[in-house]
């Protein structure tokens, strides 16, 4: 029921520092996006493509700790997990750690699947590769 | 040791919106944050100023459920109550409601104050103006 | 082939403010394209409406100067002036204003349409709006 | 008076893109601010260093082409060349191309610094980074 986890390296952009010289707290939720986007390319499935075949793919609830701050020039990583939550709902562990190994973000992000015209739950081709543990 | 809740009233902008035609899950950060800056203000507190003083404050913590998504021309308001959590934490209950009343986001945001070559917690100026419950 | 200059009022949100704790210069973009959307809301033109029948406004050129910067709490209106260049592009002028009226930004913009399955250019009832000077 | 250009290679991040389903246009100006920052860095300039030092790198003019649109899953490369322009001010000519070499984005930006307590200009220490050549 999970898929092997994914890790990608990102450097924090200037833009994203707000007036306190820190990672703006909002931006970690981009961070974390693009690393599940990256996450979900790795078991074959695309985020833009699926919203165009008529299934999007939404946040239901995310719990965020902050630990420490990113601050310019910061190299990190992001680590994600994701695994399904009973019928309808899927679930993301992930975190965020500087490059010297400094722990910055934790979370838990769930979502679902909406389908044009149908009720929310996880089409079963994409249950399918959860259950395959690609 | 809590003050009057505030609500401000906002619009979403078409740049807030993602390629799947809704507010993405990060902008409602955005939302939240620029909804307790102005609670703070309504309690005599100035984020920016604070910062230039050597106080930051900073969110350790966030829960958030998306109920409904906002879309392009939607109106909005954010609800906001802040309360103290202890001695060196603040907790804001906060959410967001389309004009229609739907709700859209419901958010737990606990944060806490650094000072400057100092321990976490909240000054005592700060705390007065908590217990005042102005 | 002009129509009606519009103004919208907007406010500094802290979070737009980057580590040199002003406004980050990609923001002003993102103020200037919501005014844009408002005055074509005026003449009847839906951004996200237009987009879901298959035509897209699109920028092809923004010239922006960058007078002085706006900063945390600021109180500002865009002014928009929008006219037709020729068959196929429309030009926008506009500038932001700090409360006080102190000059911020002077910009020009121009964009097209992007018609689907077509040649750029302005579909034949747009450009009737703006004939109308409405 | 010009230093050698400099380029990076990024990834459209899905949240980069808005309703249209396009990179929004002033997200490029973000792409090309962290871009010209990695070319200060390669001069020898911190940012967020000079910053904290009391001196402030500021745009004061953007001029942007758009040629056309970045997508979800897009790689692309932002080239940057800087040169001084007279005594106060410097330009950085950049362009952002995608992947496969197709042109995006052509820009021209021009910025000074504003040094604490004093009029606009680059210092001299700065110049002689820009006459070295380096």
């Known amino acids: 029921m999970s898929v092997l986890p994914t890790q990608i390296n990102l450097e924090v952009r200037d833009y994203e520092c707000d007036l306190q010289g820190i990672v703006n707290n909002a931006v970690y939720l981009n961070y974390l996006e693009h690393a599940r986007h990256k996450q979900l390319q790795a078991i074959g499935l695309d985020f833009a493509g699926l919203h165009d075949g008529g299934l999007d793919l939404v946040v239901t609830r995310s ?14 990583r992001v680590e994600s997990r994701v695994s399904l939550l009973g ?48």
Chains 1, 2, 3, 4 share one sequence.
């Open 63 to 76: 719990e965020v700790d902050y630990l420490a701050p990113l601050k310019s020039g910061d190299q990190f």
């Open 87 to 134: 019928r309808v709902r899927f679930e993301f562990l992930q975190q965020i750690l500087r490059a010297d190994g400094l722990p910055i973000v934790k979370a838990r992000i769930v979502g679902t699947c909406l389908v044009k015209n149908s009720r929310p739950g996880i089409p079963a081709p994409i249950c399918k590769l959860f259950d395959a543990g690609v």
